[in-house]
């Protein structure tokens, strides 16, 4: 029995469909009850309150909803909650410990990389990642790894070089 596309579920037919699920967040396993096709960005933001995890254009082409799923950048506007069940889901407000700044962030702020700040949670996600995977990557490495999160500013050469800037000191997943 599936839902029909745009069907408004009554209170009854919709509780058949949820269930309580564990999801790992930062370290912390939580239980959450989210909707069957409910997003990963949703869910972080409305059922867990964490809030640094943004959602622009809940299409998958901006970048700002970019989170750690088992330590791989994703997009949390097209991840489907459910489908996280028994991975490690890492968020802005978990890469560093609280009152510290992971070097990541770090750089971000030494080489003004920040400026609305929108885009920065999913850029140093991105970042984090791209280190993680690669921990000195070139120019064309930095670009490709990045080419997903879009900046409005338009502070990519701060970006770039926030990343030069950490790249070979253990600035992925694991500092």
Same mark, same amino acid.
């Given at each position: 029995?599936?839902?029909?596309?745009g069907?408004?579920? #009554?209170?009854? %037919?919709?509780a +058949?469909? =949820? @269930?309580?699920?564990?999801?790992?967040?930062n370290?912390?396993?939580r239980?959450?009850?989210?909707?069957?096709?409910e997003s990963?960005?949703?869910?972080l933001?409305?059922?867990l309150?964490?809030?640094?995890?943004?959602?622009?254009?809940g299409?998958?082409?901006?970048?700002?909803?970019?989170?750690?799923l #088992?330590?791989? %950048?994703?997009y +949390?506007c =097209? @991840?489907i909650t459910?489908?996280?069940?028994?991975?490690?889901?890492?968020?802005?407000?978990?890469?560093?410990?609280?009152g510290?700044?992971?070097?990541?962030?770090?750089?971000?702020i030494?080489q003004?990389?920040?400026?609305?700040?929108?885009?920065?949670?999913?850029?140093?996600?991105?970042?984090?990642?791209?280190?993680? %995977?690669?921990? +000195?990557?070139?120019?064309p490495?930095i670009?490709?790894?990045m080419?997903?999160?879009?900046?409005?500013?338009?502070?990519?050469?701060?970006?770039?070089?926030?990343?030069?800037?950490?790249a070979?000191?253990?600035?992925?997943?694991?500092?």
């Amino acid at each position: 029995m599936g839902i029909a596309p745009g069907a408004v579920l #009554d209170s009854p %037919a919709r509780a +058949a469909y =949820l @269930t309580t699920m564990k999801l790992t967040v930062n370290g912390r396993e939580r239980e959450v009850t989210p909707d069957p096709v409910e997003s990963l960005a949703d869910t972080l933001r409305a059922r867990l309150h964490l809030g640094g995890t943004k959602v622009a254009c809940g299409r998958g082409e901006c970048g700002s909803c970019t989170v750690l799923l #088992d330590g791989r %950048a994703v997009y +949390a506007c =097209l @991840t489907i909650t459910r489908a996280c069940e028994g991975a490690a889901v890492t968020t802005i407000e978990g890469l560093a410990p609280p009152g510290e700044l992971h070097p990541v962030q770090r750089a971000f702020i030494e080489q003004d990389a920040v400026q609305c700040g929108y885009c920065t949670p999913g850029q140093v996600m991105a970042a984090v990642a791209l280190l993680a %995977a690669e921990p +000195a990557p070139d120019e064309p490495a930095i670009r490709r790894a990045m080419s997903g999160n879009l900046c409005r500013c338009g502070t990519y050469p701060r970006i770039a070089a926030a990343i030069r800037s950490v790249a070979g000191r253990g600035g992925g997943t694991g500092a």
